[in-house]
């Protein structure tokens, strides 16, 4: 069993940043691939970035591609997320999920955990 618990939402100006933080329980959080999702009103959850056990590998959704860097610090079971050069397109609620495995994923039905989420809004 694995406990998710998001951090450092706020409300930030476009063109601002925000470092989003996701400290897990247990002491497997390296056997887990990790991954952040976010979801806007009326939407559908959506990935952001996804990282492997290492943090070697990375993926991230073209949107947030060259703003956006997801890492990860096994010794601290933290998963990170810095947000640069916001938009207000960015604004939803931020979830980190975890899948049991190396390899990360893209496809939120694979994840095994989730937080409760952590609201971004970015004002324009």
């Known amino acids: 069993q694995v406990q998710l618990v998001e951090s450092g939402g706020g409300l930030v100006q476009a063109g601002g940043s925000l470092r989003l933080s996701c400290a897990a329980s247990?002491?497997?959080?390296?056997?887990?691939?990790m991954g952040w999702f976010r979801q806007a009103p009326g939407k559908e959850r959506e990935i952001v970035a996804a990282?492997?056990?290492?943090?070697?590998?990375?993926y991230y959704v073209d949107s947030v591609k060259g703003r956006f860097t997801i890492s990860r610090n096994n010794g601290k079971n933290t998963v990170y997320l810095q947000m640069n050069s916001l938009r207000s397109e960015d604004t939803a609620v931020y979830y980190c999920?975890?899948?049991?495995?190396?390899?990360?994923?893209?496809?939120?039905?694979?994840?095994?955990?989730w937080g409760q989420g952590t609201h971004v809004t970015v004002s324009s």
């Open positions: 990282i492997n056990w290492s943090g070697g590998s990375r």
């Open positions: 247990g002491r497997t959080f390296s056997t887990y691939a």
């Open positions: 999920a975890a899948v049991y495995g190396s390899g990360y994923r893209y496809n939120r039905y694979e994840y095994d955990y």
